[in-house]
């Protein structure tokens, strides 16, 4: 492994990262109960998504950054003080133990390890762009850190209740974004890169996670599956795909319009384009962050 070059942050930027890496963690610690593993499953990913949002928008804001690598100054300022209130408020909601079982439907679960789960989710890739990044201003491998978590782990059984929790985090982090806004093409572009990495059954809980909340993402999920039902189940390549949606596009396509053979399925997958749209435009986003992951 190539060392990392440490690089100077004051005390403060320090503390800051670091309360923004211990705020993260938390959020790896929920797995649904193997009895409900459904809609509780998709309320884990939903909460995944808001994990996904810090972590992009710690990244644009350069959370972990110098000011000559591009940090935020906005986080060395009173705005600074506002978003530590935030990260506090994050951990303290999932890591307050009497609160979690009593108003959001967890209870504790043992011989569980959650390295295996959180290695395939949607905020997978970013988190280890994000380890890769603190561990230049931390004394030890941010993945060796000592944790207060570390020994909790909370099934979740109870979908009202812990659609709840997942609730007030979205508004907490909807509030780190109102206090410093980031591009938000930029955020997306790191969003679709990182559904891009996904694996299909992984890929099917991010759509419906993501569906009428953020549905740019939820279309890109859609759009990569249909690709590879197209390529598996109809024995078609995506490219012969993209032309039938394109053929469609033209208004050459519809049924009872023309006597070509491909009349049929082009107007089955010509309501598509906009999902093959967003596929395409993330494709070279994903490759970049590929690359990046392995350096």
């Known amino acids: 492994m190539v060392p990392v070059e440490p690089i100077s942050l004051s005390i403060g930027a320090i503390a800051l990262a670091s ?3 211990t705020c993260l963690e938390c959020f790896d610690y929920f797995k649904a109960a193997q009895s409900f593993s459904g809609d509780l499953e998709i309320l884990v990913n939903k909460l995944d998504c ?3 949002r810090l972590l992009t928008w710690g990244e644009l804001v350069g959370i972990s950054k110098t000011a000559e690598e591009g940090r935020n100054a906005e986080l060395d300022t009173p705005k600074g003080d506002l978003v530590k209130r935030c990260l506090d408020s994050i951990t303290s909601l999932c890591s307050d133990a009497e609160k979690l079982q009593k108003n959001y439907g967890v209870q504790h679960m043992t011989g569980h390890s959650p390295a295996a789960d959180r290695n395939n989710r949607l905020s997978s890739n970013r988190m280890a762009l994000f380890r890769k990044s603190f561990q230049r201003i931390s004394q030890t491998d941010a993945r060796r850190q000592p944790n207060i978590l570390a020994m909790t782990r909370w099934a979740v059984h ?16 909807d509030d780190l974004h109102n206090v410093i806004p980031v591009p938000t093409r930029s955020q997306e572009t790191m969003v679709h890169a990182d559904i891009a990495s996904l694996e299909l059954s992984r890929l099917r809980l991010v759509q419906s996670a993501c569906e009428g909340i953020y549905q740019s993402w939820s279309d890109v999920a859609s759009a990569i599956i249909m690709a590879s039902e197209v390529g598996t189940i109809d024995h078609r390549g995506v490219g012969e795909w993209i032309q039938d949606i394109s053929f469609s596009e033209r208004g050459e396509g519809e049924i009872g319009a023309t006597s070509n053979p491909r009349a049929g399925r082009s107007a089955e997958v010509g309501t598509q384009s906009k999902r093959l749209h967003y596929m395409c435009q993330f494709h070279n986003s994903y490759l970049y962050a590929h690359r990046r992951l392995q350096h």
Request: aromatic share 10%.
């Open 50 to 52: 808001q994990k996904e």
């Open 19 to 21: 309360l923004f890496s």
């Open 158 to 173: 109870d979908k009202s209740k812990f659609e709840t929790l997942a609730s007030h985090i979205r508004e907490l982090v």
